[in-house]
C-alpha cells in the first residue's frame, strides 16, 4: 500500500501533554489465567498509538478495558482523564469506538444512521443537522445520504463508520482493525482520516495486521502473552531489536528463535 502523506513535522503531541490514555500496571486475570499482565503505556492528545499483537496477546480485553466495558483486577488506567475502575460511564461519554465488524445498520439510510447515534450521543438536533452535512461533504456521501448503508461499497461503509464514531467529537477513539478487507485505496484514504481526527487533538489507539500501517504510527505497542513486549517510534523499536523490518520484529517476538 502507498503510504498516506506524510505527518507535518511537529504534528504528533508532546508526550508531556496531560495523557489521554494512561495506563500503569493495569491487569486483568480470569480465573488462573492472566490476559493483561501489568501493562504500562500513556497515549497523548493528537497521537496515533498503534497496539499491536498476534490474536490472543491479550490486547482486545486491554481494550475493553479502556473502553470501560471491563474491570481491571489490578492496576489502574484513565481515559480522558476519568478512571477505569470508577468511571466507566464518563468514559463511555467521551470515546468513540469502531468494532472490526461493521457497526452500523444496513437497514438504515446513511443519513438515518448519523442522526440514530447522534442521539445515541446526546447531541441535540441542530448540532447533528450541521455535523451531519459536515461529515457527508467531507467524505463525499451528499448524494448518497438517503441510500441504505448497506448498498455501500465496503471502503464508504468503513469510511462512514469511522466519521460516525467522531460525531460527538471525542477526545479519545479506538479503531479496532478499521481497514481490514478493503482495497490499498481506501486503505491510504482512511489513514489520511486517521491523520485529520489526530492533527484535531483526538488521540487515536488503532489495531492493525498490518504491519506496513504500523509505520504511520506515531508511536506503537508489540503485546505477547499478555504483556508488552515492545513499545516506541516504529524507527525505534526496529533499531533497539536490530532489524530491518516491524515484520522481522513481530516474527522474532512471536516466535522465539524463528528468527534465529
Given amino acids: 500500500m502507498t503510504g498516506p502523506s506524510p505527518r507535518a513535522a511537529g504534528a504528533a503531541a508532546s508526550a508531556s501533554a496531560h495523557p489521554a490514555i494512561d495506563a500503569v500496571g493495569l491487569t486483568r486475570r480470569f480465573g488462573l489465567f492472566t490476559a493483561v499482565d501489568a501493562i504500562t503505556f500513556h497515549v497523548a492528545p493528537g497521537e496515533v498509538f498503534g497496539f499491536l499483537g498476534a490474536n490472543g496477546a491479550g490486547k482486545t480485553t486491554a481494550m475493553r478495558i479502556l473502553t470501560g466495558l471491563l474491570a481491571p483486577s489490578a492496576g489502574s488506567a484513565t481515559v480522558a482523564g476519568f478512571s477505569v475502575a470508577t468511571e466507566a460511564r464518563e468514559i ?83 479503531l479496532d482493525e478499521p481497514t481490514g478487507g478493503v ?19 483526538t488521540a487515536v489507539l488503532v489495531t492493525t495486521h498490518y504491519l506496513d500501517e504500523a509505520e504511520y504510527c506515531d508511536r ?19 533499531r533497539d531489536a536490530g532489524v530491518a523490518t516491524l515484520d522481522e520484529l513481530f ?5 522465539p528463535g524463528a528468527a534465529a
Fill in 92 to 174: 463511555r461519554r467521551n470515546i468513540g469506538y469502531m468494532s472490526q465488524k461493521f457497526s452500523l445498520y444496513d437497514d438504515l439510510t446513511v443519513r438515518e444512521n448519523i442522526d440514530f447515534y447522534g442521539g445515541i450521543y446526546g447531541l441535540d438536533d441542530a448540532t447533528i443537522a450541521e455535523r451531519r452535512e459536515l461529515l457527508l461533504d467531507r467524505l463525499g456521501l451528499a448524494s448518497r445520504a438517503r441510500a441504505l448503508v448497506g448498498t455501500l461499497p465496503l471502503g464508504w461503509k468503513q469510511q462512514l463508520a469511522f466519521s460516525v464514531a467522531l460525531l460527538h467529537e471525542p477526545r479519545v477513539v479506538f
Fill in 220 to 238: 506503537l505497542s508489540i503485546m505477547v502473552d499478555g504483556r508488552i513486549a515492545a513499545m516506541g517510534t516504529p524507527e525505534d523499536v526496529r
Fill in 251 to 255: 516474527l522474532r517476538l512471536m516466535r
Fill in 183 to 201: 482495497d490499498p485505496i481506501t486503505r491510504r484514504r482512511f489513514w489520511e482520516l486517521i491523520y485529520e481526527t489526530a492533527a484535531a487533538g
